[in-house]
């Protein structure tokens, strides 16, 4: 008896113990550093980590909204009215009653500073119809950004099936950070909405602390810990943090900061010029020309350490075997930008014209033109 009692003891204090060690578990700690204007990643640490994408998915929705005001479907002055179902989210909200109408100005804050799930519902019923049509267009816009670690299920993120990666908010992040209208509400620092019945503060301290902050979101959740996406801009740049899993509240801004001055300090924009560039004509197998001149397509601007600038150099490669038919446009080779032996940027360069395929009656016109020349 006295052996069972011990043995039932032991196994109550290995339970206790194991659960009080499980709750303590600090959560996977990721974090990315990317350049927002030109989505190029610099740093990462766990940044492809599949974690709950908790509020981080109300940045979708407000991406989605700013597509339906860009597209004229509604202005941020658009009253939209609060549905049943809005009204029953739990968690952060801002007790919006059922048939309450706001406007679309005052749900953007109410995610953008509060992190409110009502208002969050509202947008997406407003913009989708519903919000299971609403997460289909969400998880579309995923897909088109290439964020390929996301999958939504709702539009709050408080699903646990709702999903992300740090990398793939950093995208998200860099896609808001060209909307200039919506810096004025992710850099708000207190507000509040409903005609002054909810008040609202947010929890992103950078937003009082950080030259250049332009965004976005600051939250907390029991499984992940603190959680952070930032983005500043500076000098031509934009500088997007991510911090998922920071144990310390205060310890995420100051490690933001700190990836935020790396980024800035070390990297520019660095923009080539097309008269960097010489393409001579490519040869064309089977057409009616028997090459076609060229010219480089979309030249941007990439990111380059600042130390590596006066290193950079160009060359030029042509495709083999060109054939006909051949439209305008259509790539002939490509432009690429090296610093030692690492590519770190390439454009194409293309047809300057059509080429169509040699026919019989193409081959007639040809010879009488070279007749006439005699």
């Known amino acids: 008896m006295l052996k069972r009692l011990v043995c039932a003891m032991c196994a109550a204090a290995f339970i206790f113990c194991f659960h009080a060690f499980a709750d303590d578990t600090p959560p996977a700690y990721s974090y990315v550093l990317m350049e927002g204007g030109t989505e190029t990643l610099l740093y990462s640490e766990n940044g492809e980590a599949r974690v709950r994408a908790h509020h981080s998915a109300k940045l979708m929705t407000l991406l989605l909204t700013a597509e339906a005001i860009d597209s004229g479907r509604m202005s941020l002055d658009t009253l939209l009215k609060t549905s049943q179902y809005a009204n ?23 995610i953008t500073v509060g992190n409110a799930n009502d208002a969050a519902v509202v947008l997406a019923e407003g913009v989708g119809g519903s919000e ?7 998880n579309e816009k995923a897909e088109q950004l290439g964020m390929s ?10 699903s646990v099936d709702s999903v992300t990666t740090a990398c793939d908010c950093a995208i998200l992040a860099s896609e808001l950070a060209k909307i200039s209208y919506l810096r004025e509400f992710f850099t708000t620092w207190v507000t509040s909405v409903r005609g002054g019945k909810t008040e609202l503060a947010s929890t992103n301290r950078l937003i009082l602390t950080y030259e250049g902050l332009i965004g976005t979101k600051a939250y907390y959740a029991d499984d ?30 100051a490690t933001a900061k700190e990836k935020l001055n790396t980024g800035f300090n070390a990297y520019s924009l ?76 390439s454009c194409p360069i293309v047809a300057k014209f059509g080429v169509r395929k040699m026919n019989f009656f193409i081959g007639i016109k040809r010879a009488l033109e070279s007749l006439i020349k005699m």
């Open 270 to 345: 660095f923009k080539p010029k097309r008269s960097d560039v010489y393409t001579e004509p490519v040869k064309v197998r089977g057409g009616e020309f028997s090459e076609v001149e060229t010219e480089l397509s979309r030249l941007s601007g990439f990111i380059v350490r600042k130390s590596a600038e006066e290193n950079i150099e160009i060359k030029i490669e042509y495709s083999e075997n060109v054939e006909a038919p051949l439209s305008a446009g259509d790539k002939v080779g490509r432009a690429v930008w090296y610093v030692g032996e690492e590519e770190i940027y």
């Open 149 to 158: 670690g996301t999958s939504y299920s709702d539009c709050t993120g408080i």
């Open 224 to 253: 992940l810990g603190n959680c952070l996406i930032a983005a500043a801009e500076r000098d031509g740049l934009i500088m997007v943090c991510v911090i998922f899993g920071e144990s310390d509240e205060f310890r995420r801004f």
């Open 132 to 138: 299971e049509k609403f997460v289909k267009m969400m």
């Open 88 to 110: 029953s989210m739990q968690g952060a909200q801002i007790w919006l009653m059922p048939n309450e109408e706001i406007t679309v100005r005052e749900l953007v804050a109410a």
